[in-house]
């Protein structure tokens, strides 16, 4: 990297560090998943990152985003920002992070696919936290597989579109304002090229919503469409180009969960070694039992790897490179040590480690998820696989220097 993205970069990562130990502090983000009321505590969480100007780096500038030259285009997000902001968010507070990373996800599409006129009239409401997002690609037959997709788009003669079926595991179902839905226009369930991308309000009549509980709480639930009708102008991209366009976003925000468990990994390994020197046993301090100190050094070595895996992939999307690999490697390593790391952090505590509420027990709660979502870490092998065999083949690298 330059000297200039490298001082844009660190310059950012302390604001984002400041901001969110604040902002944590001011909502006891400790206890922020234990508020009965998830909307309420999404709410407060939105409120306090619209105050810090972060979310203008979830829409692109030439969308009305903040301005990111020279990391990325106008055109696009700049996966090194997301990546520094997720990791200082998710250290400390796992609301401030789903929230900040889903005004992204469920608005990238529109930034991507929309018509000018769509796009000027939501994504500065995105930035502004006037209109919550929601991505709405998994179904009950569908997730890491998206052709399984069989929420039907029927076109109607006046060029609108009705639409009928399901969505679930859907982050900010009930408070979102809008939400962006992969639909099939054409063919059958495992046929990719009938699949197109909507805008859907969330006031559209036929449209409900059923909430339901994860490990980690927040706004999430299913979502009913019963003959929802929609606008040709609500067609984002192309029809046919869902499919693409849902995978330019989770692309391009994927790299990001890696770095957001780094982030809540590294506040894990942070409450260890304050436990560690803290608490005593058998007149002196646990930290000087070796086997705890390996556990340390191995925690801290696990997520150096990660995020300098994290460090790459984020590097070669911003630069326009071929990253398929890059991205698997860095979401699948840091999603597994990062769960290891929460763990061992568990363990260290002892009987306080699962008392609900303490930090560990919500550390090793809000990462489980990220080894499932936007793709599996199971996934992530066969992508990372497939790319090693494919360049073995054609003798071409994919980060790895080739034995003779």
């Known amino acids: 990297m330059s000297d200039a993205e490298d001082t844009f970069l660190d310059g950012l990562r302390g604001c984002a560090r400041d901001f969110a130990r604040g902002a944590a502090g001011a909502l006891e983000a400790r206890d922020i998943r234990d508020i009965p009321d998830e909307d309420r505590a999404a709410a407060l969480a939105l409120a306090r990152l619209v105050g810090s100007g972060l979310l203008g780096y979830v829409v692109p500038a030439a969308c009305g985003g903040a301005d990111v030259t020279p990391l990325a285009e106008r055109e696009r997000v700049s996966v090194r920002v997301l990546c520094a902001i997720r990791e200082a968010l998710a250290f400390h507070s796992g609301m401030l992070d789903v929230v900040f990373v889903e005004q992204g996800l469920g608005s990238y599409p529109v930034a991507l696919g929309g018509s000018e006129p769509l796009r000027a009239a939501l994504l500065g409401a995105v930035t502004r936290g006037e209109s919550i997002a929601a991505f709405a690609l998994t179904e009950d037959g569908a997730g890491s597989d998206l052709a399984g997709v069989a929420l039907e788009a029927s076109e109607r003669d006046d060029g609108s579109f009705v639409l009928r079926g399901h969505k679930t595991y859907i982050t900010n179902a009930g408070i979102a304002d809008f939400y962006t839905v992969l639909a099939r226009t054409e063919g059958r369930p495992g046929d990719a090229d009938g699949l197109t991308m909507f805008y859907v309000p969330a006031t559209a009549p036929g449209l409900t919503v059923e909430r339901f509980e994860v490990t980690a709480p927040h706004p999430i639930g299913r979502v009913e469409f019963d003959g929802v009708v929609v606008p040709s102008s609500a067609l984002l991209g192309r029809r046919g180009g869902g499919l693409e366009l849902a995978v330019a976003t989770l692309n391009t925000f994927r790299t990001s969960v890696a770095a957001a468990a780094v982030g809540f990994a590294r506040r894990a390994l942070h409450e260890s070694v304050r436990h560690l020197e803290a608490r005593q046993q058998f007149g002196r301090a646990l930290s000087s039992f070796q086997g705890l100190r390996f556990d340390l050094a191995e ?106």
């Open 299 to 404: 925690m801290d070595t696990r997520l150096r790897a990660a995020e300098l895996l994290v460090a790459e992939a984020a590097l070669r999307v911003d630069r326009g490179l071929p990253a398929r690999a890059e991205i698997a490697r860095a979401k699948l390593y840091a999603t597994e040590t990062a769960s290891w790391v929460c763990d061992r952090a568990v363990q260290h505590h002892g009987g306080s480690g699962v008392r609900r509420g303490s930090i560990v027990e919500a550390l090793w709660r809000d990462v489980r998820a990220l080894r499932i979502y936007e793709g599996t870490s199971e996934v992530q092998k066969l992508i990372l696989a497939k790319e090693l065999l494919q360049a073995s083949r054609s003798q071409t690298s994919v980060g790895l220097p080739r034995v003779n």
